[in-house]
């Protein structure tokens, strides 16, 4: 088939074609989302276990997790197929891209209906949209043994890789509500390049996986798993200040945004620990809630002239937590009780932003 010059193949391909050919992979993070799934496996007829095995999770996909309701509700629905035998269980057409170059052989010449050559690797093929329903059959597949079973498929085989994801966020982002949080993991660099976006998705991983950074394991980068707050919220903070060169234009800006920063954010929010420890490490504050985190992003580029002016390294834990210490006097733990100053005075953003500035412009305490 063709569309607007792009050749892609409509397939038929057997219940063993996708068990064997097809490899089923999710976007993660290291420990945060390390096997893949999601949910938990109570009273499930799927082999979990084994079907876990099958699911690859690398930084480099772009599928989201797996999600065990969702795999044991079709493969219920496949049985009932199976068993009644009045509709087919995987009607539309799965979209699947492949590492390779594949050979077409019409049936005759100038034919649009021939036999498409996939090499018999295993893992060779990668599915665009379907992952759910494909995984299903691949848990299913004794419930097959026997049947004349076939599952139509779209084909690419000369997609770039960035078309791929495009095509990937194209069908899922609306129709089935891809969280913003995914969203931005992949626009940082694998849907499109932009700088602004894949310096604060840097920065948000080293805050999230940093072993010495305050909010190691707080973060939630895909928007799902552990955590308390989401990726995205953090990352648009931080996208809009690297986009406004914030904190230094030319050399000096790009540096800090492609090298510096996850370190100076780091050692920022160690600082912010320290100066509110008692809130910090209190389970009634909401300091480290969306707001609060996002208010302490938008005050970074006052912090980053502070240090500039005094001449000190931009990644210095100690001068950082000179030029914010007022903010334990002006401020203080007592600010971020979540049913105390945090719900009267207000927990907007915008509001502890002027309070963290006000406390930077007059650390003794002196008003206009």
Aim: net charge positive; hydrophobic share 40%.
């Amino acid at each position: 088939m063709q569309q607007f010059g792009v050749q892609f193949y409509q397939a038929s391909l057997t219940a063993k074609d996708i068990d064997k050919l097809v490899r089923f992979e999710v976007l993660s993070y290291g420990e945060q989302t390390a096997s893949g799934v999601r949910g938990n496996a109570n009273q499930s007829k799927v082999r979990w276990d084994l079907l876990e095995r099958r699911i690859a999770s690398s930084e480099k996909a772009y599928q989201r997790q797996i999600i065990r309701k969702k795999i044991d509700e079709l493969v219920q629905y496949y049985e009932q197929c199976r068993q009644a035998r009045d509709l087919p269980s995987i009607p539309g057409a799965v979209i699947i891209s492949c590492d390779e170059t594949l050979k077409f052989e019409p049936i005759e010449e100038g034919s649009a209906l021939g036999t498409l050559k996939v090499p018999e690797r295993e893992g060779i093929l990668r599915a665009i949209d379907g992952q759910h329903r494909l995984l299903a059959l691949h848990a299913g597949m004794e419930q097959f043994t026997g049947e004349n079973f076939t599952v139509p498929a779209v084909i690419f085989d000369r997609l770039p890789e960035d078309h791929v994801v495009q095509m990937f966020v194209t069908i899922n982002a609306k129709h089935t509500r891809l969280n913003a949080s995914h969203l931005v993991s992949l626009s940082g660099r694998q849907l499109y390049r932009d700088a602004a976006l894949a310096a604060a998705h840097d920065v948000i991983r080293a805050l999230a996986e940093k072993e010495d950074s305050p909010l190691h394991g707080e973060i939630k980068l895909l928007g799902v798993g552990r955590g308390r707050v989401a990726q995205a919220p953090l990352a648009q903070e931080l996208k809009k200040l690297f986009a406004a060169d914030a904190f230094g234009e030319g050399k000096r800006g790009d540096d800090f945004r492609d090298d510096d920063a996850k370190k100076f954010y780091v050692n920022y929010f160690k600082q912010v620990a320290v100066v509110f420890s008692a809130a910090w490490n209190g389970r009634k504050y909401s300091i480290r809630s969306a707001s609060a985190l996002r208010a302490f992003i938008r005050v970074t580029p006052e912090i980053v002239r502070h240090l500039d002016q005094q001449h000190a390294d931009r990644a210095d834990f100690r001068a950082i937590g000179r030029i914010i210490a007022p903010w334990g006097r002006r401020i203080g733990d007592l600010r971020f009780e979540t049913d105390g100053a945090w719900k009267r005075t207000g927990s907007g953003v915008d509001q502890l932003t002027k309070e963290l500035r006000l406390a930077l412009q007059y650390p003794e305490g002196a008003m206009v």
